[in-house]
């Protein structure tokens, strides 16, 4: 299928990260298909407008909103009995909440360390496993897209920490769609490469110009994509096919390269 649609307000989707970028779009895509919304942040403003334009923009269906630290050991729990009390029986889950980090090990503190690996996997993970053993009682299936990322291919220095994170949530995701199959549960890992979103911080300008150039995407080209792979139920995917290419180069490069580009970005690690 390339895209789906419910009849409005018949189901409910949850989408972390729902604030801006990536997230942002999943909903609006999610909405436009006919589902309530449940979105989760960290910022209570940025979640709350995010709410209030979806509502303003889909008339029909319900939105609701949690301002959460998901970063944490107990946060997915929090998050479920949220939805339990809410009454909101989630068909599609979306764990995009994500941290960037472009900084040697050595030179990041271990507080965030903690909770890169507490977001990006134990989370991630730990809401896999209590939504879909919901969606497997329910009887109907269900839909999990996890946002991984291009850089698990690039084991770079200063992206030591992120992209092994996401090499974990990558590899768990192709395994755990395996396991819930039976169970009419889809499960899909999104390996993205450069995004065009506020996440690696580059200012707006230089986020139009790596459009124009090609090397970055739009969020809405990213979350439409993902969320067509999930429908079909592919198990992984890089979006744009110029991504899929450079994966052997960028496993192949050798050290007389990296080593100057190591010099390069120190200036730039934070």
């Not at 819930?180 to 065009?196: D, K, L, N, Q, S």
Request: proline fraction near 4%; glycine fraction near 8%.
């Amino acid at each position: 299928m390339r895209g789906r649609t419910i009849e409005r307000g018949s189901a409910w989707a949850l989408v972390t990260g729902a604030g801006s970028g990536i997230g942002r779009r999943l909903a609006e895509r999610l909405a436009d298909a006919g589902y309530n919304l449940a979105l989760a942040g960290l910022t209570p403003e940025k979640i709350a407008t995010a709410a209030d334009e979806l509502r303003r923009n889909h008339p029909g269906i319900e939105v609701r909103s949690l301002a959460i630290d998901l970063a944490r050991a107990e946060a997915s729990q929090e998050l479920f009995d949220w939805c339990r009390r809410e009454g909101i029986d989630v068909e599609v889950l979306i764990n995009n909440a994500g941290i960037f980090s472009f900084c040697d090990l050595l030179r990041t503190p271990e507080e965030r360390i903690v909770r890169i690996i507490m977001l990006h996997d134990l989370t991630a993970t730990l809401n896999c496993r209590r939504f879909a053993e919901a969606m497997a009682h329910r009887g109907r299936g269900g839909y999990i897209l996890n946002l991984s990322s291009f850089s698990l291919w690039m084991p770079f220095p200063g992206l030591a920490l992120y992209s092994a994170s996401k090499a974990y949530l990558r590899s768990f995701s192709v395994s755990f769609a395996k396991e819930v199959h039976e169970a009419g549960i889809r499960v899909t890992a999104v390996c993205p490469a450069g995004v065009a979103t506020d996440l690696y911080g580059l200012p707006p300008r230089w986020q139009r110009i790596g459009m124009r150039l090609g090397v970055l995407i739009s969020a809405d080209r990213c979350a439409r994509r993902s969320l067509r792979a999930l429908w079909r139920g592919r198990r992984t995917i890089v979006p744009d096919w110029w991504n899929r290419a450079l994966i052997p180069l960028c496993k192949l490069l050798p050290m007389w390269i990296i080593r100057p580009i190591r010099r390069f970005t120190m200036t730039f690690q934070k």
